[in-house]
């Protein structure tokens, strides 16, 4: 698991680093340090820990505010030695919020939580590896995937679209269920995103997706599954 430890006491740095060995850790002193990482280096964690009470311009909180801003699945705990900012940290969807001095077993806990979160994340998600870098995509973000050559464009809720290089029929299979389905050679789509469905076309969102004859009959069955899931 790879995480960001934030906190400008050496002291409990180092202690809650020696209670996570075997981690793949990065120790930052100050806020600036790790958001340029971020910025600059696309770093990205699996946890981030934060000291609230941090020197400099930008405390904790402010921190993690940013945090979210720079990727949005940030897992954040709070490490404090006040119970001050509870508040802060509920809205901020933090994880945890933990008071110090931390014990082992306090981080034992903590890394076990994540790590469940994480596994149940990856079995619904998309896996792709971008420079390197084995990246998800959780399957409530994604509206479709689109194919040309051997490169994936999976197109995102919140604008973005993501590519790599792969086979439709690969990906097809690492999402096989209820939740997407092969509508066009060239087209896979997020049933659950669809707004409708008229003639052989596909609507989602502002984008208008083909359906062709040879899926036609499948995919109409599943939309039709998903429009009544819930009806008695």
Known sequence: ??????????????????????????????????????????????????????????????????????????VICF?????????????????????????REDIKKLVDKVAGNLIQNKEQSICIKRQGEICTIPYGKVLYVSSRGHILSVYCKDGTMEEFKGKLSDLELQVRGDTFCRCHQSFLVNLYQVDRMSGNELYISDYRIPISRRYYA????HYQKILFEGVE
């Open 218 to 221: 499948e995919v109409k069955k």
């Open 79 to 103: 490490v404090s030695t006040s119970d001050d900012f509870y508040r802060e940290a509920y809205d901020l969807y933090a994880l945890q919020y933990l008071i110090k001095p931390v014990s």
């Open 1 to 74: 698991m790879k995480i960001a430890i934030c906190d400008d006491c050496r002291e409990d740095i180092l202690s809650i680093k020696n209670f996570l060995g075997g981690h793949d850790i990065k120790l930052y002193s100050d806020a600036d340090s790790l958001l340029g990482d971020m910025e600059d280096y696309h770093m990205r964690y699996d946890l981030y820990l934060l000291d609230i009470y941090l020197k400099g311009a930008i405390n904790g909180i402010e921190l993690a505010k940013k945090l979210r801003f720079l990727d949005e699945e940030a």
